[in-house]
């Protein structure tokens, strides 16, 4: 199944919008992006909550964007999964994950319900 160039690229835009502190650490805008069930897997291998995310404070994202790798395919027509690789510096040092995002149409927008990070060194 083809996913239709507009809903690409905003999910595309979505996606980024998440490794950007404006947006990332809006909780208005972070609240209607995220599905009201949305979980987490994390790097780490906690689970995350909805407000477990809601409520990080906010800080510098040092990310690379455009995400690498990006890829976004349908899984029906209302289920968007969308996985790429993240680059993101801490203090110095580069942290690489494999990321894979779960999006569910909601009306003509998107709706986050569910994300995973895995750690990888290349």
Known sequence: MEIPEEDRAKLQKLEEELWIAKTRF??????????????????????HSREDCLSVNGTHIDAVIPLKNLNIRLLTYEVAQVTYDSAVT?????????????WSRSGKSWKLRFHQGTTFNE
Not at 26 to 47: K, L, P, Q, W
Not at 92 to 102: A, L
Request: glycine fraction near 12%; proline fraction near 0%; charged fraction near 30%.
């Open 26 to 47: 809006n909780r208005h805008y972070m609240e209607e992006v995220m599905a009201t069930d949305f979980f987490e897997f994390g790097r780490s291998g906690r689970i």
């Open 90 to 102: 801490y203090d110095g040092i580069v942290e690489k994950g494999h990321r894979s995002s779960i």
